[in-house]
């Protein structure tokens, strides 16, 4: 089944499995239940994951300079 519609649909079957595996999640079949459209389906399987932002850290390129430098002496 996953590669009939990954070879109809031009979607990797990774993915095409990714998806069913998120529809029966959500108990989702097709077709698709009354009232849910396209929209709404998408919504639902790929809502977006609130992530925290972190702060990047900056090395302190004086001593990556220096550690390079004992690094390399002979």
Do not use: C
């Not at 993915?15 to 998408?42: C, F, N, R």
């Not at 972190?54 to 430098?69: C, D, F, K, R, Y």
Request: net charge negative; charged share 20%; proline share 8%.
């Amino acid at each position: 089944m996953r590669r009939v519609i990954s070879r109809e649909t031009g979607v990797s079957r990774p993915s095409v499995a990714t998806y069913l595996e998120k529809a029966a999640e959500h108990e989702i079949g097709w077709p698709l239940p009354a009232g849910m459209d396209v929209q709404a389906l998408e919504q639902l399987l790929f809502a977006a994951v609130e992530t925290t932002k972190s702060t990047p850290v900056i090395p302190n390129w004086q001593e990556v300079a220096t550690e390079i430098q004992a690094h390399n002496r002979p």
